[in-house]
């Protein structure tokens, strides 16, 4: 698989919800890159503690989504805060969309899809407590390990990445949908 992969994540990532699906990309043959707002490393979240550093590739003022085949957003709590609080971030997200690209985000990766105005119409799936935020972002929560919509693909949480990143890996090979939407 000859494509592009874009991870957006800052500090404070869930760790196997960056490097399971990385990893799963990777070995079906795909680029990744991680894409931060600012630094050269990012620090990691793991088991209610601070984790490994990762290497960014790119900052978001680097890069464009024309540059990607695909974006992927890994949870954590204070991981999503943050980029929903970028514009440049949320901006990046958006333009994925536009693209009719596939975008795929975990636990509370959504987050920042609430800020970019992306999820409306839409069938997802989210960490259970943003159930009512998915809801008045006018997108439709359900309760299942991995839903795909229009190359838009969402799980719950770590237990699920097995699920979620077949159907990642599934999505990016597809490439874009014609029903993908802003």
């Known amino acids: 698989m000859k494509k592009k992969v874009a991870i957006l994540a800052t500090n404070g990532f869930e760790e196997i919800e960056l490097t399971s699906p990385k990893k799963a990309l990777e070995d079906a043959g795909a680029t990744v890159h991680i894409i931060s707002p600012s630094g050269e490393s990012i620090r990691a979240w793991n ?3 601070w984790s490994d550093t990762y290497k960014v590739d790119y900052t978001v003022s680097d890069v464009s989504a024309t540059d990607y085949n695909s974006l992927m957003l890994p949870g954590g709590v204070l991981n999503p805060d943050q980029l929903r609080q970028d514009e440049k971030s949320i901006e990046f ?5 536009k693209q009719q690209k596939p975008v795929s985000a975990i636990c509370h990766g959504i987050q920042p899809l609430i800020d970019a105005g992306v999820l409306n119409g839409r069938k997802l799936t989210s960490y259970p407590s943003l159930q009512k935020d998915v809801e008045n972002a006018g997108g439709n929560w359900v309760d299942q390990e991995v839903v795909v919509d229009e190359g838009f693909t969402t799980s719950r949480t770590p237990d699920d990445l097995e699920a979620f990143n077949d159907k990642l890996v599934e999505e990016v090979k597809e490439g ?7």
């Open 47 to 49: 088991d209610g503690n």
């Open 93 to 97: 997200i958006r333009e994925f969309f």
């Open 176 to 182: 874009k949908h014609e029903e993908q939407h802003a």
